[in-house]
């Protein structure tokens, strides 16, 4: 049983909700099947639950390739189609040199020094909004 | 022994002038010793230069007797190459020039081919012009031998001085909290905005900076490969989640990136350093108030 469960979620990325936030850690190489399935992943679970906000933590990456940079640039188009932001958190010098001599600058994309930075990004504009929930709540 | 000389007759002219050299070596070194390439170089103990002078004879028997005088790349140099190099390096700092260097190791000729024609003076007049033939080229390679190692050394050593360079030139500097700094000085090239780019980044994840400022006072000219290189810095450090600023443009070189066409406004530009800081400051939420115990009149 242990033995089935763990093939599938070999390279499986956890997608953490912490209250109005998405917190994806991605570590190693990012495949195609495991980078689908994250896009799924976030994409229902930002559906189903009011989530302001997605936090993608690429301090564990140390190598990146164009694919890496079109998936968080897809990652990031999707999540603003369901209203929440998406924030680039830890990249390392590394990464980012390669992402921009490859062309791509991400310019969609906010980014953050660290998952902190990110979180405090993302709750500058979670506070803005609870005043119109709050006022959605009182109205009836 | 007079067989055995006669035996050598019949070998090989540069086999023959290896054995020579071998036989003669403590007399050569003597002599070398007192030549000035030696003399002023080995300057504390003349014991010194004579063991150098014996190291070089040796080198230039080994290479003799493999048969390849004309051969700058035989085995037999390689002990005596780094050797050769440093004198050469010392006569350099002396001020000799290179040409300088390359008389006096021409210099070192004339003693080994005289004592060769006293040792010699009994063989047949061909045989002699053949040693004495193979004596000069064996010498002329030594000295390509040592220019070439001169050459080597100096290479190496401009190489190294250009990877220093390229690291001091590029300090990054703390201004305050979360804002970091990097004065630009001199030409920017592909090698050095690496570089800059580089250290920038890493500083900005030691120092946890928030605000990079990118300060171009310091660059004499900006063009489109210099413009290009900028904003991949900008794009890189803003993918690793710190904005930046380029500050010290000045008004020709804004003029000059109009007239280019170049579109920076995706970076954010301030005229000078100061510009640059107080907006950092003013992004931090930090705010510069006047003392108004300080006498200095505000402007």
């Known amino acids: 049983m242990t033995g089935a469960a763990t093939s599938p979620f070999e390279g499986h990325v956890p997608v953490l909700r912490l209250g109005g936030v998405l917190l994806v850690t991605l570590q190693g190489d990012l495949y195609d099947s495991t980078a689908e399935q994250l896009q799924q992943d976030i994409g229902e679970t930002a559906a189903d639950s009011a989530v302001t906000g997605v936090v993608i933590d690429l301090s564990g990456v140390e190598i990146v390739d164009s694919f890496m940079g079109r998936v968080l640039s897809d990652v990031a188009a999707m999540t603003r189609l369901l209203a929440a932001q998406t924030v680039v958190a830890g990249m390392r010098p590394a990464v980012a040199i390669t992402l921009v001599e490859l062309g791509l600058t991400l310019p969609g994309l906010r980014t953050a020094l660290n998952t902190e930075e990110a979180l405090r990004l993302l709750g500058a504009e979670v506070a803005a909004l609870p005043r119109a929930g709050r006022a959605r709540g009182e109205s009836p | 022994m007079p067989e055995q000389q006669v035996a050598e007759h019949e070998t090989d002219p540069a086999e023959e002038v290896g054995a020579f050299l071998r036989r003669?070596?403590?007399?050569?070194?003597?002599?070398?010793?007192?030549?000035?390439?030696?003399?002023?170089?080995?300057?504390?103990?003349?014991?010194?230069?004579?063991?150098?002078?014996?190291?070089?004879?040796?080198?230039?028997?080994?290479?003799?007797?493999?048969?390849?005088?004309?051969?700058?790349?035989?085995?037999?140099?390689?002990?005596?190459?780094?050797?050769?190099?440093?004198?050469?390096?010392?006569?350099?700092?002396?001020?000799?020039?290179?040409?300088?260097?390359?008389?006096?190791?021409?210099?070192?000729?004339?003693?080994?081919?005289?004592?060769?024609?006293?040792?010699?003076?009994?063989?047949?007049?061909?045989?002699?012009?053949?040693?004495?033939?193979?004596?000069?080229?064996?010498?002329?390679?030594?000295?390509?031998?040592?220019?070439?190692?001169?050459?080597?050394?100096?290479?190496?050593?401009?190489?190294?001085?250009?990877?220093?360079?390229?690291e001091i030139a590029t300090p990054v500097i703390k201004l305050w909290e979360g804002i970091v700094a990097v004065p630009l000085i001199g030409t920017l090239d592909s090698a050095r905005s690496q570089v800059v780019m580089e250290t920038l980044l890493d500083a900005v994840v030691e120092q946890h900076a928030r605000i990079a400022i990118l300060d171009i006072t310091g660059v004499?000219?900006?063009?489109?490969?210099?413009?290009?290189?900028?904003?991949?810095?900008?794009?890189?450090?803003?993918?690793?989640?710190?904005?930046?600023?380029?500050?010290?443009?000045?008004?020709?070189?804004?003029?000059?990136?109009?007239?280019?066409?170049?579109?920076?406004?995706?970076?954010?530009?301030?005229?000078?350093?100061?510009?640059?800081?107080?907006?950092?400051?003013?992004?931090?939420?930090?705010?510069?108030?006047?003392?108004?115990?300080?006498?200095?009149?505000?402007?």
């Open chain 2, 24 to 166: 003669r070596r403590e007399q050569i070194a003597q002599r070398w010793a007192d030549a000035a390439l030696f003399r002023t170089v080995y300057t504390v103990s003349r014991d010194d230069a004579v063991d150098a002078g014996r190291t070089v004879v040796e080198a230039l028997a080994a290479v003799a007797v493999s048969g390849r005088v004309q051969d700058a790349e035989a085995d037999g140099f390689t002990v005596v190459r780094e050797q050769l190099a440093r004198t050469a390096q010392a006569r350099a700092r002396a001020g000799a020039t290179i040409a300088q260097i390359s008389e006096e190791m021409d210099a070192l000729r004339p003693p080994v081919t005289d004592l060769l024609l006293d040792e010699l003076s009994e063989s047949p007049a061909e045989h002699l012009r053949e040693c004495t033939t193979a004596l000069t080229v064996l010498m002329g390679t030594l000295r390509l031998v040592m220019l070439e190692a001169t050459t080597i050394a100096g290479q190496e050593l401009i190489n190294r001085q250009r990877l220093e360079l390229l």
């Open chain 2, 220 to 299: 004499p000219t900006v063009d489109s490969l210099v413009a290009q290189h900028l904003m991949k810095t900008v794009a890189a450090a803003r993918l690793m989640g710190a904005e930046c600023i380029v500050s010290g443009i000045r008004p020709a070189i804004a003029q000059t990136i109009v007239h280019l066409g170049i579109d920076l406004s995706s970076v954010l530009t301030r005229a000078s350093l100061a510009d640059a800081l107080a907006y950092a400051l003013q992004q931090q939420g930090a705010h510069i108030v006047p003392n108004p115990a300080s006498t200095v009149e505000p402007r």
